[in-house]
């Protein structure tokens, strides 16, 4: 059985991976716009590294410490939290002295090493189902986080892996997920991803805004969502991030129909 969560619905949205500071900048003024119009709490999220890479010289970050330092500039500037991926559990005292949230790739949401090494940080954590993983597996990753006393644990959906490079949604995830007691996030761009297609990632993001509507018709805590200034040259998952300039029609048509929800609950 769901167990519902009465909390704001916010919103995780960035652009995937941090590119230059200009761009978080002016990503982060939209949303920070968006948000406040529709009274849901933004986490501004961008990877400070891509380690996930389908190709050896695909785009993997700027430099650590300064992805790191323009995301603590961002927070600063506009007063929003910030969340960022970690890919080991060396990464996570380190990330957490910039960031707010801490996010568990999907493939790494088994790494028993890497989910205690972030709920030690005391920070939020954002796990990512795995593509091979079925929903109620995801009890046992927040079980490893909770271990260290630590239940600020959001669980996200982005799909599971359905043939040769594609993803399948299955809302029946959302409700399972749910009844752990966590706040559950739908992931609406890299859930219709097709990974590995060449040297890069490719996608149907003409898919993502009908299944975002439908998550928050099943019922969700938060939506997740990757959005630029100019996708088509964004250095990372191109082939889904939302352009920015159709982000407030994305992201308020998915607050009413949540608002709708709640209000004949």
Request: proline share 5%; charged share 20%; hydrophobic share 40%.
């Amino acid at each position: 059985m769901s167990i519902e969560i009465k909390a704001p619905f916010f919103v995780i949205a960035g652009p995937c991976v941090v590119e230059s500071k200009s761009i978080l900048q002016e990503t982060a003024s939209e949303l920070v716009k968006i948000c406040g119009k529709l009274g849901a709490p933004l986490y501004f999220k961008a990877s400070y590294k891509k380690a996930n890479r389908t190709s050896h010289d695909s785009f993997s970050g700027i430099g650590d410490e300064l992805a790191l330092g323009y995301l603590a500039e961002i927070k600063q500037e506009f007063g929003v939290p910030v969340i960022t991926d970690i890919h080991s559990a060396g990464e996570a005292r380190y990330a957490a002295e910039f960031v707010d949230v801490l996010q568990i790739p999907a493939f790494l949401c088994r790494q028993t090493d890497i989910l205690h090494a972030a709920g030690e940080t005391g920070k939020t954590i954002n796990v990512k189902k795995g593509q091979f993983m079925p929903p109620y597996a995801m009890k046992e990753a927040a079980n490893k986080i909770a271990a260290t006393g630590n239940t600020n644990i959001w669980l996200t959906e982005r799909g599971t892996s359905f043939g040769y490079s594609d993803l399948i949604v299955d809302f029946r995830s959302l409700l399972i997920m749910k009844s752990f007691g966590y706040p559950v996030v739908y992931d609406a761009t890299h859930s219709v991803q097709k990974p590995s297609l060449g040297k890069q990632s490719g996608g149907a993001p003409e898919y993502s805004p009908a299944l975002a509507r439908g998550a928050a018709a099943v019922g969700i805590n938060g939506l997740f969502m990757e959005t630029h200034p100019d996708p088509k040259n964004a250095k990372s998952d191109a082939a889904t991030q939302i352009p920015l300039s159709e982000a407030e029609i994305f992201i308020s048509n998915v607050v009413k129909i949540h608002k709708f929800k709640e209000s004949i609950l």
